[in-house]
């Protein structure tokens, strides 16, 4: 498998730390507010990769954080903590929108068909392990104390700028148009470890530490979880494009200053998802959320399509025409899936589903090409081999592209058996005035017309003439009134 290495720039053979595992860390929310869908395209492509890797035989460990303090509104240490924006604007304390909005993260991840990652741990549960590293960076030179708080120092790396071709020179103050200069720092790519109460008097949450109460910064927590968990070293990062500066930036010069060697080896990066006014964010236009899309009418899953449809290293554009198109092929594929007889007698034909696994991992060893792979399922609809065959690889792929294809053929097949019985029952349907000699006669009549007994149905419908019974046949069934 080849797969795109942001820290390479250049698409490299996936080779395992040790052979057969995967250890697989993903950046998670910032719990203070819904996700958007913008934030879960990254989720449903990191899904993917975790997913084809197992298909493809490894064992994966996948580790996510919880971000619920430390994070804020500037990536550059600068504005108010988002966990304490989010309490003040709905006026609960710090650990209830922490709650509810992790909470309602993962409802959102299972009706995208996101596997939950096999560790999940919030920040606020590390506090111990973030101080032992600190600590530890201190005593070697990497960090200092300045103003109250702890910063590490870039300045003390070989290379910091390990994601991109430019110089520290080149950057304005702070790195962003919207970050104040720090003055404690000693140089300005230099950030927060650690904030004490020197930085914000009102925090909300603060624990004991060697340097005084305080907070963690955002960043060390991403490199504690992962260690604690996954150990000194770590085969794949996810995250969307925009954390690479500088969120993974500073893992990785942290972590790697504590270590003392390499840390990660692959680092893998999904592209921002767009509107026509620009990257998609909590703070512009349209608030995206599933909520709002199954509010719309549309199945979760047609989004997760959308976003399969496109590769992962591209931006892509949202709009309602394009998810309407998503949403149209979405019921067409199923469709054709329900059209295939499950209970078709022909075997499985392992010479046809071998080429057409192959097709399927050539696309996703490409890194990661999910259209592609999408493209291969319709090339199992329209081979010539058994339905048996083609419902077995549609399922096998499946487990991986997160469509519940077959699941959602089963419901279709359900719904036209429904239609089928309720159209052969409306020969049997009668609807008069609740006299039952009346309602065996038309009875009778119907059961002779369903065995083409002419002669006999004429003669009921002459015997319900004399009595005064009008009959008026319908799709429902047979209607009867008197006079």
Not at 139 to 159: C, H, M, P, R, V
Not at 200 to 223: M, N, R, T, V
Request: glycine share 6%.
């Amino acid at each position: 498998m080849k797969l795109y290495n942001s820290l390479s720039r250049r698409k490299e053979e996936f080779v395992a730390n040790e052979p057969g595992k995967v250890k697989m860390y993903t950046c998670g929310p910032t719990v203070y507010h819904f996700a958007h869908i913008g934030n879960l395209r990254s989720y449903i492509m990191e899904d993917v990769l975790e997913k084809y890797l197992r298909y493809d035989g490894y064992d994966v460990t996948r580790v996510m954080n919880i971000t619920d303090v430390g994070h804020l509104s500037s990536d550059a240490d600068t504005g108010e903590d988002k966990m304490v924006k989010g309490a003040k604007r709905e006026h609960k304390s710090v650990m209830e929108i922490a709650k509810f909005y992790t909470d309602a993260f993962f409802d959102d991840c299972a009706k995208l068909n996101i596997k939950t990652p096999d560790v999940v741990q919030p920040a606020t549960g590390c506090i111990d392990d973030f101080i032992k590293v600190i600590t530890k960076l201190l005593e070697d030179g990497y960090a200092y104390q300045a103003g109250g708080n702890i910063y590490f120092d870039t300045s003390k790396l070989k290379q910091y700028y390990v994601f991109q071709n430019f110089n520290e020179d080149d950057l304005a103050v702070g790195v962003r148009e919207d970050v104040e200069a720090d003055e404690n720092k000693r140089n300005r790519a230099d950030f927060v470890l650690w904030f004490t109460k020197s930085k914000f008097e009102d925090q909300a949450l603060k624990w004991d530490s060697p340097w005084g109460g305080g907070y963690p910064g955002w960043h060390i927590e991403c490199s504690c979880i992962s260690m604690k968990y996954l150990g000194e070293k770590l085969d794949i990062h996810c995250g969307g494009i925009d954390n690479a500066f500088p969120h993974h930036t500073n893992e990785i010069a942290q972590s790697e200053a504590y270590l003392g060697h390499k840390w990660c080896n692959y680092w893998f990066h999904v592209h921002h998802l767009n509107t026509n006014s620009g990257k998609m964010s909590k703070s512009k236009g349209e608030f995206l959320t599933v909520s709002l899309l199954e509010e719309k009418g549309y199945n979760p899953l047609v989004y997760r399509l959308f976003c399969l449809q496109s590769h992962y290293r591209k931006a892509l554009v949202f709009t309602y025409e394009n998810l309407d198109n998503a949403a149209t092929a979405y019921r067409k594929l199923v469709d054709r899936v329900a059209n295939l007889d499950p209970k078709d007698a022909a075997p499985i034909d392992e010479e046809a589903a071998a080429a057409l696994k192959q097709k399927f991992a050539d696309a996703l060893d490409n890194d990661l090409n999910t259209s592609l792979a999408v493209t291969v399922l319709y090339d199992v609809l329209k081979a010539k081999t058994t339905p048996a065959t083609k419902l077995s690889l549609i399922g096998k792929f499946d487990e991986v592209l997160g469509l519940n294809l077959l699941k959602a053929a089963d419901t279709v097949r359900a719904e036209k058996a429904k239609k089928a019985a309720a159209a052969a029952d409306a020969d049997q349907a009668v609807f008069g005035e609740g006299d039952p000699e009346i309602d065996a006669l038309v009875l009778a009549r119907q059961q002779a017309r369903k065995e083409k007994n002419w002669a006999e149905a004429d003669r009921i419908r002459d015997e319900l003439t004399a009595m005064g019974i009008t009959l008026v046949d319908t799709k429902e069934g047979v209607h009867w009134s008197r006079g």
